[in-house]
């Protein structure tokens, strides 16, 4: 005899958390390969790549983030206490990734994506030759690239796990 579950909407919020998570920074764990790729080459798909994924991360994480952050509240709020280490780890780090998309990383790729343009103009038909700036804006990204995105995995970590309980 099989015997269904039942799917409780605490389950059904759970899922939307998750999958938020996964479609919301999966994409961005791609970006250093794009930027790599196009870099060597086909530098002037550059200003594209940038503007693809300003328009990622203007859209697609920003709404995902705050789909986990309210998310996030209510499965606290519903099974969980506020001072437990894993929730407040996850909202510390939501926090922290959305400040992260609007102070960093969108105004520097818009601005990347401006001096990738100019510089490829400037540069005429022949090779590409990016600016001192250019390369400034993507060492920065090069950096804070790989560390929210471990702030995503340490997260998932803490999520999955619960320390401290």
């Given at each position: 005899?099989?015997?269904?579950?039942?799917?409780?909407?605490?389950?059904?919020?759970?899922?939307?958390?998750?999958?938020?998570?996964?479609?919301?920074?999966?994409?961005?764990?791609?970006?250093?390969?794009?930027?790599?790729?196009?870099?060597?080459?086909?530098?002037?798909?550059?200003?594209?790549?940038?503007?693809?994924?300003?328009?990622?991360?203007?859209?697609?994480?920003?709404?995902?983030?705050?789909?986990?952050?309210?998310?996030?509240?209510?499965?606290?709020?519903?099974?969980?206490?506020?001072?437990?280490?894993?929730?407040?780890?996850?909202?510390?780090?939501?926090?922290?990734?959305?400040?992260?998309?609007?102070?960093?990383?969108?105004?520097?790729?818009?601005?990347?994506?401006?001096?990738?343009?100019?510089?490829?103009?400037?540069?005429?038909?022949?090779?590409?030759?990016?600016?001192?700036?250019?390369?400034?804006?993507m060492r920065g990204s090069a950096i804070a690239g790989p560390?929210?995105?471990?702030?995503?995995?340490?997260?998932?970590?803490?999520?999955?796990?619960?320390?401290?309980?």
């Amino acid at each position: 005899m099989v015997v269904a579950a039942e799917v409780q909407f605490y389950d059904v919020v759970v899922w939307l958390h998750v999958a938020s998570v996964v479609v919301g920074f999966g994409p961005t764990f791609a970006f250093g390969i794009y930027l790599a790729t196009a870099g060597r080459k086909y530098p002037r798909s550059l200003p594209a790549i940038l503007d693809a994924q300003c328009t990622i991360s203007r859209t697609m994480v920003t709404l995902a983030a705050l789909v986990i952050l309210g998310s996030g509240i209510y499965l606290a709020a519903d099974r969980w206490e506020f001072s437990d280490f894993f929730v407040v780890a996850g909202l510390v780090a939501i926090v922290v990734l959305l400040g992260m998309v609007h102070g960093f990383f969108v105004p520097n790729e818009v601005r990347a994506r401006e001096v990738a343009e100019r510089d490829i103009e400037a540069s005429g038909p022949g090779e590409v030759k990016f600016s001192d700036e250019f390369e400034r804006r993507m060492r920065g990204s090069a950096i804070a690239g790989p560390i929210s995105g471990l702030i995503v995995i340490l997260t998932i970590y803490f999520m999955t796990t619960k320390p401290f309980l």
